[in-house]
């Protein structure tokens, strides 16, 4: 059964913080990606990796990070967290190609920033 | 800006009721999919569609994607409280490297 799995289900940091979150699939594959959802918005692409240690930005990457150095795992950095970055984060992945794939997603981690 | 439009943002409907939900854009997409997606989850997909006017039939759930490839519609005849969800639409560019750009959702609530 394909599986994407997050760190952590609930998170609260503090305005400054750096902020880990982490993303594994079991899946073999090629393509990772962090969203973050937030209502009337829908869910909108921060980064995404093709490959491992590769790495393009999505629509909104400002205060983000990411690092793939293994290919079953995508991490999401926030280096200095600000309230504004209080949302609901998805990670998912699919096989790899252009598109046309089934995107799986994660059960997401919502993040609470005071 | 959303490049794809939802409509409506919300629908409360009754146990036995038919519903329509609607995604347009003005962008040409080269296949779209829809998703559901439940609370405390991630989204998941339930159809993809790639030719112009494509109809796909899930069981209650009818999608239809435009003959343009700029929308795509979504009915579910005879709702059950179980459809109760997220509805979100995804449209994929060619060559997109498998990325989405997806609409706002519609949150429909089916009441027994």
């Known amino acids: 059964d394909v599986k994407v799995t997050q760190s952590s289900r609930y998170l609260v940091k503090r305005t400054g913080e750096k902020v880990f979150l982490e993303c594994v699939q079991d899946?073999?594959?090629?393509?990772m990606f962090w969203y973050r959802q937030d209502p009337g918005l829908g869910l909108r692409l921060i980064y995404f990796?093709?490959?491992?240690?590769?790495?393009e930005k999505g629509d909104i990457p400002e205060g983000y990070s990411v690092s793939r150095e293994k290919k079953e795992r995508f991490s999401l950095i926030l280096e200095s967290a600000s309230t504004n970055q209080t949302s609901m984060y998805l990670c998912?992945?699919?096989?790899?190609?252009?598109?046309?794939?089934?995107?799986?997603f994660g059960p997401g981690t919502r993040l609470l920033v005071l | 800006t959303q490049l794809l439009e939802q409509s409506p943002q919300f629908l409360s409907i009754q146990e036995g009721e038919n519903l329509t939900v609607y995604c347009n854009s003005s962008?040409?997409?080269?296949?779209l999919q829809w998703y559901r997606q439940e609370p405390g989850e991630g989204p998941v997909l339930l159809v993809t569609?790639?030719?112009?006017?494509e109809v796909k039939k899930l069981k209650r759930l009818t999608f239809q994607f435009g003959d343009a490839r700029k929308d795509s519609s979504l009915h579910i005849t005879a709702a059950q409280p179980g459809d109760t969800g997220l509805y979100l639409c995804?449209?994929?560019?060619?060559?997109?490297?498998?990325?989405?750009?997806f609409g706002a959702g519609t949150q429909v609530v089916v009441t027994p």
């Open positions: 998912a992945s699919t096989p790899g190609g252009r598109g046309r794939e089934t995107q799986y």
């Open positions: 899946m073999d594959h090629e393509n």
């Open positions: 990796s093709y490959d491992v240690k590769m790495k």
């Open positions: 962008s040409v997409f080269s296949s």
């Open positions: 569609v790639v030719t112009g006017g």
């Open positions: 995804a449209g994929a560019k060619s060559d997109s490297w498998g990325k989405l750009q």
